[in-house]
Nanobody, 118 residues
Framework: QVQLVESGGGLVQPGGSLRLSCVTS????????MGWYRQAPGKQREVLAS???????MYADSVKGRFIISRDNARKMVHLQMNSLNNEDTAVYYC????????????WGQGTQVTVSS
């Protein structure tokens, strides 16, 4: 059974940084592209970044140049380094597989709250 557990969120001032982590279980991790997503209050969930099993990355325009996704296949973990945070980055952040049909995913972890505020 797949499990995704996110951590590393918190309260940070504008301009600050956070590093999110996601530990997975129940899958052959290296076989799957993984992504980071977020959902802000009153908004739809959006994909921020993805990383293939081999390490190829893609980023949404809203986070390009500020966020870095990485993965540790040995530890079955995916990370999101977030820099130059601003108020618009306040959201609950989730990791999950990354596929074109991600909006139809029924399983999501509990997420980790990121709040950017002075």
């Amino acid at each position: 059974q797949v499990q995704l557990v996110e951590s590393g969120g918190g309260l940070v001032q504008p301009g600050g940084s956070l590093r999110l982590s996601c530990v997975t279980s129940g899958i052959i991790f290296s076989n799957y592209a993984m992504g980071w997503y977020r959902q802000a209050p009153g908004k739809q969930r959006e994909v921020l970044a993805s990383i293939s099993g081999a390490g190829a990355t893609m980023y949404a325009d809203s986070v390009k140049g500020r966020f870095i996704i990485s993965r540790d296949n040995a530890r079955k973990m995916v990370h999101l380094q977030m820099n130059s945070l601003n108020n618009e980055d306040t959201a609950v952040y989730y990791c999950n597989f990354h596929r074109r049909d991600w909006r139809q995913f029924t399983y999501w972890g509990q997420g980790t709250q990121v709040t950017v505020s002075s």
